[in-house]
């Protein structure tokens, strides 16, 4: 977190980061629908980011 309390920070604050991993999810199922060849580069990291995001905060959350 960027140390502001969570009460000052706004609707864009709370919602940035969800947004951009749907972005990305909705940017890799495109891709990986309608292109071949470096399209299926695009989806695999469209579709990675939402996998690495989860990782990364099971292993931030138990430590």
Same mark, same amino acid.
């Given at each position: =977190?960027?140390?502001?309390?969570? !009460?000052?920070?706004?609707?864009?604050?709370?919602?940035?980061?969800?947004?951009?991993? !749907? %972005? #990305?999810? %909705?940017?890799? %199922?495109? #891709?990986? *629908?309608?292109? @071949?060849?470096? =399209? @299926?580069? %695009?989806?695999?990291?469209? *579709?990675?980011?939402? &996998? +690495? +995001? &989860?990782?990364?905060? =099971?292993?931030?959350?138990?430590?």
């Amino acid at each position: =977190m960027n140390g502001a309390p969570r !009460a000052v920070r706004g609707l864009r604050g709370i919602f940035a980061v969800p947004l951009l991993i !749907a %972005l #990305a999810s %909705l940017i890799g %199922l495109v #891709a990986a *629908l309608l292109g @071949d060849g470096p =399209m @299926d580069a %695009l989806s695999w990291l469209g *579709l990675g980011i939402p &996998v +690495a +995001a &989860v990782v990364w905060a =099971m292993r931030t959350r138990r430590r």
